[in-house]
């Protein structure tokens, strides 16, 4: 049942998902002496559920380094463009310390900026972090298909240990907060908040991300 139920909500995510992607940003009509815009070059936005395939780990890492993810729901482009779940996106770390005596704060940046399409083609994207909740599936035997379920819960602020609201979902077989494309912030992960630009923030040691942790990240398709 509990199997049967996770693909029920996949696939209403899925569909929802692929709407928000599909949405090409408009623009109201521009006098002919109007400027171009940044804007005027973005084919697309949304929202774009991530599951990392590499553990990360601030202490470890430096800027620049690589961070590797799977799409979790099947996505289309406005133009038609399948995106497959479980395409790679790639990205990289914009920021990364440990606390030190001298900095109070341990910090991760991540923003993504491809996707891997079948066929060998690559989509450039900007990708930054919405929503980071814990791997929904650590402990337990992975059946491969990512659970997820709708969610309106907010993040919890650094130094908290409270559990996630009673209006987030959470998984059946191991009772932890799922995401959809509402959530926000950092839901059932101690010590942790997201910051502005992307940027994971605690005040502990170091900020440790395993491998399988769920990411709502906002796209804007270049």
């Known amino acids: 049942m509990a199997r049967t139920a996770n693909r029920i909500f996949l696939g209403v995510l899925a569909v929802l998902l692929s709407a928000s992607l599909c949405v090409a940003q408009s623009a109201a009509p521009a006098s002919p002496a109007a ?13 774009m559920p991530v599951e990392l395939t590499k553990s990360l780990d601030s202490k470890k890492l430096k800027e620049g380094d690589p961070v590797t993810g799977r799409i979790a729901a099947d996505l289309r482009m406005k133009d038609g463009t399948a995106i497959p779940r479980g395409s790679k996106v790639t990205g990289h770390v914009t920021e990364a310390k440990a606390r030190s005596k001298g900095d109070p704060q341990s910090a991760l940046g991540i923003v993504f900026d491809k996707i891997s399409l079948p066929g060998g083609k690559d989509l450039a994207i900007k990708g930054e972090l919405q929503a980071v909740a ?4 650590a402990g337990t035997q992975d059946t491969g298909i990512p659970a997820r379920m709708p969610s309106a819960g907010e993040g919890t602020g650094a130094g908290t240990s409270m559990p996630p609201p009673p209006s987030t979902p959470t998984s059946q077989q191991t009772g932890r907060p799922l995401l959809n494309a509402q959530s926000k912030g950092v839901i059932g992960i101690h010590n942790l908040q997201l910051g502005e630009n992307s940027v994971l923030i605690s005040t502990g040691k170091n900020v440790s991300l395993d491998s399988g942790t769920q990411m709502m990240v906002q796209v804007e398709v270049e």
């Open 134 to 137: 814990p791997n929904p599936n």
């Open 35 to 47: 400027p171009a815009t940044a804007a005027d070059s973005v084919k697309g936005h949304g929202i």
